[in-house]
Antibody
Framework: QVQLVQSGGEVKRPGASVKVSCKASGYSFSSYGISWVRQAPGQGLEWMGW????????KYPQKLQGRATMTTDTSTTTAYMELRTLRSDDTALYYC???????????WGQGTMVTVSS | SYVLTQPPSVSVAPGQTARITCGGD??????VHWYQQKPGQAPVLVVY???DRPSGIPERFSGSNTGNPAILTISRVEAGDEADYYCQVWDSSSDLYVFGAGTKVTVL
Protein backbone atom coordinates (compact mmCIF):
# COMPACT_ATOMS: atom_id res chain seq x y z
CA GLN A 1 0.00 0.00 0.00
CA VAL A 2 1.00 3.62 -0.41
CA GLN A 3 2.85 4.80 2.65
CA LEU A 4 5.43 7.19 4.02
CA VAL A 5 7.55 5.95 6.91
CA GLN A 6 9.61 8.46 8.84
CA SER A 7 12.71 8.18 10.99
CA GLY A 8 12.56 8.16 14.78
CA GLY A 9 12.39 10.99 17.27
CA GLU A 10 15.34 13.29 17.93
CA VAL A 11 16.52 15.42 20.83
CA LYS A 12 18.84 18.28 19.91
CA ARG A 13 20.57 21.20 21.61
CA PRO A 14 19.81 24.76 20.51
CA GLY A 15 22.01 25.70 17.57
CA ALA A 16 22.33 22.12 16.32
CA SER A 17 20.90 20.63 13.13
CA VAL A 18 18.48 17.77 12.55
CA LYS A 19 17.81 15.67 9.47
CA VAL A 20 14.57 13.69 9.23
CA SER A 21 14.00 10.99 6.62
CA CYS A 22 10.80 9.84 4.93
CA LYS A 23 10.78 6.52 3.04
CA ALA A 24 8.09 6.28 0.36
CA SER A 25 6.66 3.03 -0.96
CA GLY A 26 3.75 1.75 -3.00
CA TYR A 27 3.77 4.41 -5.73
CA SER A 28 5.96 6.08 -8.35
CA PHE A 29 8.13 8.28 -6.13
CA SER A 30 9.16 10.72 -8.85
CA SER A 31 5.59 11.41 -9.94
CA TYR A 32 4.45 13.35 -6.86
CA GLY A 33 5.83 16.20 -4.82
CA ILE A 34 6.67 15.84 -1.15
CA SER A 35 5.94 18.53 1.40
CA TRP A 36 6.88 18.80 5.05
CA VAL A 37 4.41 20.01 7.67
CA ARG A 38 5.14 20.58 11.34
CA GLN A 39 2.97 20.90 14.41
CA ALA A 40 4.22 22.40 17.66
CA PRO A 41 2.70 20.94 20.84
CA GLY A 42 -0.92 22.02 21.13
CA GLN A 43 -0.69 24.14 17.98
CA GLY A 44 -1.91 24.00 14.39
CA LEU A 45 -0.30 22.79 11.18
CA GLU A 46 2.51 24.76 9.56
CA TRP A 47 3.67 24.12 5.98
CA MET A 48 7.47 24.03 5.78
CA GLY A 49 8.24 23.53 2.12
CA TRP A 50 7.93 21.36 -0.98
CA UNK A 51 10.26 19.36 -3.19
CA UNK A 52 9.84 17.67 -6.52
CA UNK A 53 11.58 14.27 -6.50
CA UNK A 54 11.48 14.44 -10.31
CA UNK A 55 13.84 17.40 -10.71
CA UNK A 56 14.77 18.50 -7.19
CA UNK A 57 12.96 21.85 -7.41
CA UNK A 58 12.10 23.27 -4.02
CA LYS A 59 10.09 26.07 -2.47
CA TYR A 60 10.07 27.32 1.10
CA PRO A 61 8.13 29.93 3.04
CA GLN A 62 10.08 33.09 3.82
CA LYS A 63 10.16 32.16 7.51
CA LEU A 64 12.34 29.10 6.87
CA GLN A 65 14.42 30.32 3.93
CA GLY A 66 18.06 29.60 4.68
CA ARG A 67 17.40 27.25 7.60
CA ALA A 68 15.49 24.39 5.99
CA THR A 69 16.75 22.20 3.15
CA MET A 70 14.72 19.46 1.49
CA THR A 71 16.29 16.77 -0.66
CA THR A 72 15.33 13.43 -2.17
CA ASP A 73 17.15 10.25 -3.16
CA THR A 74 15.24 8.58 -5.97
CA SER A 75 17.40 5.43 -5.77
CA THR A 76 16.02 4.74 -2.30
CA THR A 77 12.70 6.63 -2.68
CA THR A 78 13.53 8.65 0.40
CA ALA A 79 12.94 12.32 1.13
CA TYR A 80 14.91 14.29 3.69
CA MET A 81 14.31 17.50 5.60
CA GLU A 82 17.22 19.21 7.33
CA LEU A 83 16.67 22.08 9.72
CA ARG A 84 19.68 24.05 10.96
CA THR A 85 20.35 26.43 13.83
CA LEU A 86 17.61 24.84 15.90
CA ARG A 87 15.72 26.91 18.46
CA SER A 88 13.34 25.90 21.22
CA ASP A 89 10.37 26.95 19.09
CA ASP A 90 11.38 24.34 16.49
CA THR A 91 10.19 21.68 18.96
CA ALA A 92 7.41 19.99 17.03
CA LEU A 93 6.07 16.89 15.35
CA TYR A 94 7.33 16.87 11.77
CA TYR A 95 5.31 15.16 9.01
CA CYS A 96 6.20 14.37 5.42
CA UNK A 97 3.22 14.33 3.06
CA UNK A 98 2.57 13.41 -0.56
CA UNK A 99 1.22 16.27 -2.67
CA UNK A 100 -1.33 15.38 -5.35
CA UNK A 101 -3.64 16.99 -7.85
CA UNK A 102 -4.47 20.59 -7.00
CA UNK A 103 -2.24 20.70 -3.96
CA UNK A 104 -3.89 18.36 -1.47
CA UNK A 105 -1.86 16.22 0.91
CA UNK A 106 -3.28 12.74 0.55
CA UNK A 107 -0.74 10.55 2.35
CA TRP A 108 0.92 11.50 5.65
CA GLY A 109 3.89 9.95 7.40
CA GLN A 110 3.51 8.92 11.01
CA GLY A 111 5.38 11.98 12.22
CA THR A 112 8.81 12.51 13.80
CA MET A 113 9.09 14.33 17.11
CA VAL A 114 11.99 16.76 17.27
CA THR A 115 12.70 18.21 20.69
CA VAL A 116 15.09 21.14 21.06
CA SER A 117 16.26 21.59 24.61
CA SER A 118 19.37 22.60 26.46
CA SER B 1 0.90 36.34 2.70
CA TYR B 2 -2.45 34.64 2.25
CA VAL B 3 -4.47 34.03 5.43
CA LEU B 4 -7.22 31.47 6.04
CA THR B 5 -9.61 32.19 8.91
CA GLN B 6 -11.42 29.43 10.82
CA PRO B 7 -13.52 29.62 14.00
CA PRO B 8 -11.61 28.15 16.97
CA SER B 9 -14.42 25.85 17.95
CA VAL B 10 -17.77 24.44 16.89
CA SER B 11 -20.11 22.43 19.11
CA VAL B 12 -22.80 20.12 17.78
CA ALA B 13 -25.18 17.52 19.19
CA PRO B 14 -25.06 13.95 17.89
CA GLY B 15 -27.17 13.49 14.79
CA GLN B 16 -27.11 17.19 13.94
CA THR B 17 -25.12 19.01 11.26
CA ALA B 18 -21.79 20.74 11.85
CA ARG B 19 -20.60 23.48 9.51
CA ILE B 20 -16.98 24.62 9.66
CA THR B 21 -16.08 27.77 7.79
CA CYS B 22 -12.82 28.78 6.14
CA GLY B 23 -12.55 32.39 5.03
CA GLY B 24 -9.96 34.09 2.87
CA ASP B 25 -9.57 36.82 0.30
CA UNK B 26 -11.32 35.70 -2.90
CA UNK B 27 -11.26 32.12 -1.62
CA UNK B 28 -13.81 31.12 -4.26
CA UNK B 29 -11.02 31.40 -6.83
CA UNK B 30 -8.87 28.91 -4.92
CA UNK B 31 -9.12 25.16 -4.40
CA VAL B 32 -9.79 24.20 -0.79
CA HIS B 33 -8.85 20.97 0.96
CA TRP B 34 -9.91 19.79 4.43
CA TYR B 35 -8.19 17.57 7.00
CA GLN B 36 -9.40 15.83 10.14
CA GLN B 37 -6.97 15.30 13.00
CA LYS B 38 -7.87 13.24 16.04
CA PRO B 39 -5.74 13.42 19.21
CA GLY B 40 -2.42 11.65 18.86
CA GLN B 41 -2.93 10.91 15.18
CA ALA B 42 -1.68 12.33 11.89
CA PRO B 43 -4.16 14.42 9.91
CA VAL B 44 -6.37 12.68 7.35
CA LEU B 45 -7.63 14.24 4.12
CA VAL B 46 -11.44 14.25 4.24
CA VAL B 47 -12.32 16.60 1.36
CA TYR B 48 -10.14 17.67 -1.57
CA UNK B 49 -10.65 20.00 -4.52
CA UNK B 50 -13.43 21.89 -2.70
CA UNK B 51 -15.96 19.06 -2.64
CA ASP B 52 -14.49 15.64 -3.51
CA ARG B 53 -14.07 12.84 -0.98
CA PRO B 54 -11.16 10.39 -0.91
CA SER B 55 -12.15 6.74 -0.90
CA GLY B 56 -13.11 5.55 2.55
CA ILE B 57 -14.41 8.92 3.75
CA PRO B 58 -18.12 8.76 4.63
CA GLU B 59 -20.63 10.66 2.51
CA ARG B 60 -21.55 12.58 5.67
CA PHE B 61 -18.51 14.77 4.94
CA SER B 62 -19.05 17.33 2.19
CA GLY B 63 -17.44 20.55 1.10
CA SER B 64 -18.43 23.65 -0.83
CA ASN B 65 -16.57 26.69 -2.08
CA THR B 66 -19.03 28.87 -3.96
CA GLY B 67 -18.03 32.06 -2.21
CA ASN B 68 -16.56 33.34 1.00
CA PRO B 69 -16.28 31.34 3.17
CA ALA B 70 -15.62 27.81 2.05
CA ILE B 71 -17.53 25.31 4.19
CA LEU B 72 -16.98 21.78 5.43
CA THR B 73 -20.27 20.17 6.39
CA ILE B 74 -20.54 17.09 8.59
CA SER B 75 -24.04 15.61 8.49
CA ARG B 76 -25.51 13.28 11.10
CA VAL B 77 -22.60 13.96 13.42
CA GLU B 78 -21.24 11.05 15.45
CA ALA B 79 -19.10 10.99 18.57
CA GLY B 80 -16.19 9.74 16.45
CA ASP B 81 -16.22 12.98 14.43
CA GLU B 82 -14.85 14.89 17.41
CA ALA B 83 -11.52 16.22 16.16
CA ASP B 84 -9.63 19.25 14.89
CA TYR B 85 -10.38 20.24 11.29
CA TYR B 86 -8.04 22.27 9.08
CA CYS B 87 -8.63 23.90 5.73
CA GLN B 88 -5.73 24.34 3.29
CA VAL B 89 -5.09 25.96 -0.09
CA TRP B 90 -2.26 26.58 -2.51
CA ASP B 91 -1.83 30.31 -2.99
CA SER B 92 -0.82 30.83 -6.61
CA SER B 93 0.29 34.43 -6.12
CA SER B 94 3.00 33.42 -3.65
CA ASP B 95 3.36 29.79 -4.79
CA LEU B 96 3.01 28.65 -1.19
CA TYR B 97 0.72 26.30 0.70
CA VAL B 98 -1.36 27.70 3.56
CA PHE B 99 -3.30 26.13 6.43
CA GLY B 100 -6.08 27.63 8.47
CA ALA B 101 -5.54 27.71 12.24
CA GLY B 102 -7.94 24.82 12.77
CA THR B 103 -11.40 24.31 14.29
CA LYS B 104 -12.03 22.02 17.22
CA VAL B 105 -15.32 20.18 16.78
CA THR B 106 -16.92 19.06 20.02
CA VAL B 107 -19.78 16.57 20.01
CA LEU B 108 -22.06 17.39 22.93
Amino acid sequence: QVQLVQSGGEVKRPGASVKVSCKASGYSFSSYGISWVRQAPGQGLEWMGWISPYNGNTKYPQKLQGRATMTTDTSTTTAYMELRTLRSDDTALYYCVRVVGQGSFDIWGQGTMVTVSS
Amino acid sequence: SYVLTQPPSVSVAPGQTARITCGGDNIGSKTVHWYQQKPGQAPVLVVYDDSDRPSGIPERFSGSNTGNPAILTISRVEAGDEADYYCQVWDSSSDLYVFGAGTKVTVL
